[in-house]
T-cell receptor
């Protein structure tokens, strides 16, 4: 099925560890983005990309890196995990008419 | 400060009642979108509105975009337990490219 695929679905990290959350879409969308969702906070934009080779910061970019080498993939890297990064992470792709979201990665940092 | 303010944040009503959820901002948006999210899943797009004053209907759901393109509303008629979920408004500001979200409205419809 066409859509946005996120891996892994669950992850537990120790403080200070690094990891990459993967996101892939097969709809040829130029726009892709990463959000985190915390209780009572809605979705907050971490980073976004408007095409291969182009990325920009969102509302809460600190502690995260992204790159966009292809249209299909948009990985999110946690450089040195902190307990404050415990959250559910969603990747989305789309255009002004609407966005498709992945099913999320639930990350716990201990 | 939230760019998009949703109200109410929580709403619990009885089956068959009507309700309205509001999404307000001081900024002008090129488009506003409404999503619904179930527990453990990503948000799913319900509708996109792009023209000031636009009204769109999706069965018992009516979406409206304000004339000044700064606000939107979601009205549900004769709510059903299946309407229970988190409703999120999101928008792209004029001249910008990123999609930002309101904090959401958690709706519970009691049988």
């Amino acid at each position: 099925n066409a859509g946005v695929t996120q891996t892994p679905k669950f992850q537990v990290l120790k403080t200070g560890q690094s990891m990459t959350l993967q996101c892939a879409q097969d709809m040829n969308h130029e726009y892709m983005s990463w959000y985190r969702q915390d209780p009572g906070m809605g979705l907050r934009l971490i980073h976004y990309s408007v095409g291969a080779g182009i990325t920009d910061q969102g509302e809460v970019p600190n502690g995260y890196n992204v790159s966009r080498s292809t249209t299909e993939d948009f990985p999110l890297r946690l450089l040195s995990a902190a307990p404050s990064q415990t959250s559910v992470y969603f990747c989305a792709s789309g255009f002004r008419g609407g966005y498709t979201f992945g099913s999320g990665t639930r990350l716990t940092v201990v | 400060t939230q760019l998009l303010e949703q109200s109410p944040q929580f709403l619990s009503i009885q089956e068959g009642e009507n309700l309205t959820v509001y999404c307000n901002s001081s900024s002008v948006f090129s488009s506003l979108q409404w999503y619904r999210q179930e527990p453990g899943e990503g948000p799913v797009l319900l509708v996109t509105v792009v023209t000031g004053g636009e009204v769109k209907k999706l069965k018992r759901l009516t979406f409206q975009f304000g004339d000044a393109r700064k606000d939107s509303s979601l009205h549900i008629t004769a709510a059903q337990p299946g309407d229970t979920g988190l409703y999120l408004c999101a928008g792209v500001r004029m001249g910008a490219q990123k999609l930002v979200f309101g904090q959401g409205t958690r709706l519970t419809i009691n049988p």
